[in-house]
């Protein structure tokens, strides 16, 4: 099975490699990164964006199922310098 990620949020950068690919401890959700692209989560396996970030993250990790629900803290749009967030 491929997995493309979602939209370029910003169509004039590069892509190139990816930078975190796992699933959160029930399964249901997917978080992904790859240069170029950005940082998303997906329910799975319907592949529904939970939210998306035109930064890529190389680390992410899932305290627990509830937490996976949200975006990781400092992670916004409007704050998108933060590359890697306190969890």
């Not at 979602?6 to 190139?16: A, C, L, N, Q, R």
């Not at 975190?20 to 399964?27: L, Q």
Request: glycine fraction near 8%; aromatic fraction near 14%.
């Amino acid at each position: 099975m491929s997995i493309e990620p979602p939209h370029k949020k910003d169509p004039s950068k590069d892509e190139y490699w990816w930078g975190i690919i796992g699933f959160s401890p029930d399964g249901k959700r997917f978080v992904g990164s790859k240069f170029g692209r950005g940082t998303w989560m997906w329910t799975w396996p319907k592949r529904e964006i939970l939210w998306q970030d035109s930064n890529e993250l190389e680390s992410y990790s899932f305290k627990d199922n509830e937490n996976a629900r949200r975006r990781p803290p400092g992670i916004t749009e409007s704050n998108s310098s933060m590359r890697i967030p306190a969890i």
